[in-house]
């Protein structure tokens, strides 16, 4: 990963945006959709900064970022100290896909592939589900039942399944169903060579899924980096014999 993605609430903060012409425009209308104020130059408060220019757009970027703001410079990532992705928005779900300022192209491509993928209601979905939150409380009190029950959910024809557009509608009958929490289980992945593009789909959903993942020590960072940044890694020798709840995984390693 060459960028940290973040998402940034601009909701009534200041940016600077220097510049006119379409770039200008459409940079804009992005900090507009965010709920941003807009200023022509620098002002007390402001944070972040956009430059839109041709001649002298690396004085006014250094300027800016003398005062303490991250710049970003249309069309010179040498210059950025961040880049704007690509954005599906189906709000409040947002997708960004960054290149690190390698292909504009690149990403809206990746976008325009996307958009086509998820169903317009998703958005709704999320709000419905922020909107249970304390029903979901109510059903499974200890967190990681919960967690367990709305993955379940989500999962690829689960009750919720995002990609179906009528999984808002029903929402309120999972939450009314008798159905228990998923039980305790291990399962093994048997990797191939040390590249994580080497992954199967299957092995790197159970990696973004996985509540502990057990492994031996020279499993490679970069296949333990595949796995969810709050599952639990356990260095051992064998797989265990009573796997703790949720899911565990057992990451068996290159014969050769």
């Known amino acids: 990963m060459e960028q940290l993605p973040i998402f940034l609430n601009l909701r009534g903060r200041t940016v600077v945006l220097v510049g006119e012409g ?8 992005l900090i507009a959709r ?3 104020r807009i200023v022509p130059a620098w002002e007390a ?8 220019l041709g001649d002298g757009a690396e ?3 250094a300027d800016l970022r003398a005062r303490g703001l991250l710049v970003n ?5 040498d210059l950025c100290d961040f880049t704007t992705p690509a954005i599906v928005d189906r709000a409040p779900v947002t997708i960004a896909i960054g290149t690190g300022g390698a292909s504009a192209g690149l990403a809206k491509a990746v976008r325009q592939r996307i958009e086509t993928l998820l169903p317009p209601r998703l958005g709704a979905l999320a709000s419905a589900l922020r909107a249970a939150r304390d029903a979901m409380k109510a059903r499974w009190p200890a967190a990681a039942d919960r967690r367990r029950a709305i993955d379940a959910a989500l999962a690829p024809g ?15 009958d999972w939450l009314a169903t008798d159905a228990a929490t998923p039980a305790s289980r291990l399962e093994t992945i048997a990797l191939t060579s040390s590249d994580p593009d080497d992954l199967t789909l299957r092995a790197a959903r ?14 490679p960072a970069a296949i333990l980096d595949r796995a969810r940044a709050d599952a639990v890694r356990h260095v051992a020798a064998t797989p265990p014999a009573d796997p703790p709840p949720g899911l565990s995984l057992w990451l068996a390693p290159p014969t050769s």
């Open 158 to 172: 689960g009750a919720l399944d995002p990609l179906d557009d009528n999984a808002t509608d029903r929402v309120a």
């Open 34 to 36: 965010a709920g941003g």
């Open 73 to 77: 410079v249309v069309d010179r990532p």
């Open 59 to 61: 004085k006014v970027a």
């Open 45 to 52: 408060g402001a944070t972040l900064a956009f430059v839109a």
């Open 22 to 29: 379409e770039a200008a425009d459409a940079k804009a209308r």
């Open 206 to 219: 159970l990696l973004g899924e996985a509540d502990h993942v057990f492994h031996p020590v020279p499993i």
